[in-house]
């Protein structure tokens, strides 16, 4: 079975942003704007990281 993956591509200011998509194709996640693309693959290496186990919080008012 195929997994997931982070796809990075430019948005149209030209910041370097990050997708992660399911293994059918659906974008499950989207990453704010990065000034390079260094940047935006530190975030995505962060997540990995940093959420690999990560709970669910329900908050209100938001």
Known sequence: MASGKFEV???K???YRFRLK???GQVIAVGEAY???SACLNG???IKKNA???PVE???GE
């Open 52 to 54: 690999p186990d990560a």
């Open 13 to 15: 200011a030209g910041k």
């Open 22 to 24: 399911a293994s059918n």
């Open 9 to 11: 591509y430019t948005d």
């Open 58 to 60: 329900e908050v209100s």
């Open 44 to 46: 995505i290496e962060s």
């Open 35 to 37: 000034n390079s693309k």
